[in-house]
T-cell receptor, first 113, second 112 residues
């Protein structure tokens, strides 16, 4: 069984640039959620995709956008990067069944200079 | 606003002791609760899920849920230095978008 994979593992960008992060969900999982985790904080929910449709969104501005592909992999796009966007970005997948836990990928560490 | 509260710690316990990690939640609609372990610089790893009031045991780990008090805890018996990590509590409500809300985590240090 293939777990959740994310790419890249590390990324350095400058303010104002745009970034795309990628996630492949665990085999058999159709739901992908993205989280931002700042240092010393818990994961903050960005949005969730279920079968290619956005299924919920957290308190993040519109410059955070995403999509899910037919194979259930997903992308997170962030435009007009700000210094506060520096964080660990986590992707988690689940099988879409209520009450089932999410399983996380190793994350992408994004640093904004 | 749905909130999950955890004491950030650090909680320091000697090797072999019982570590007790606590979590409270504000959303009475929460039905499912999860404990994740996160090593520094790594991603969260699922340890336990609990859905019903009472205790659930898995090896050295016991999760406890009290919905009336809106309280979840994780006990780690025979703590080992390798248990040193941040422990994240998450709760999710049934129905609609099933999206867990995470606490900020409790840092656990197990010293030899």
């Amino acid at each position: 069984e293939t777990g959740v994979t994310q790419s890249p593992t590390h990324l350095i960008k400058t303010r104002g640039q745009q970034v795309t992060l990628r996630c492949s969900s665990q085999s058999g999982h159709n739901t992908v959620s993205w989280y931002q985790q700042a240092l010393g904080q818990g994961p903050q929910f960005i949005f969730q995709y279920y079968r290619e449709e956005e299924n919920g969104r957290g308190n993040f501005p519109p410059r955070f956008s995403g999509l899910q592909f037919p194979n259930y992999s997903s992308e997170l796009n962030v435009n007009a990067l700000e210094l506060d966007d520096s964080a660990l970005y986590l992707c988690a997948s689940s099988d879409g069944t209520p009450n089932q836990p999410q399983h996380f990928g190793d994350g992408t560490r994004l640093s904004i200079l | 606003q749905k909130e999950v509260e955890q004491n950030s710690g650090p909680l320091s316990v000697p090797e072999g002791a019982i570590a007790s990690l606590n979590c409270t939640y504000s959303d009475r609609g929460s039905q499912s609760f999860f404990w994740y372990r996160q090593y520094s610089g790594k991603s969260p790893e699922l340890i336990m899920s609990i859905y019903s009031n009472g205790d659930k045991e898995d090896g050295r780990f016991t999760a406890q849920l009290n919905k009336a008090s809106q309280y979840v805890s994780l006990l780690i018996r025979d703590s080992q230095p390798s248990d040193s990590a941040t422990y994240l509590c998450a709760g999710a409500a049934s129905g609609g978008s099933y999206i867990p809300t995470f606490g900020r985590g409790t840092s656990l240090i197990v010293h030899p």
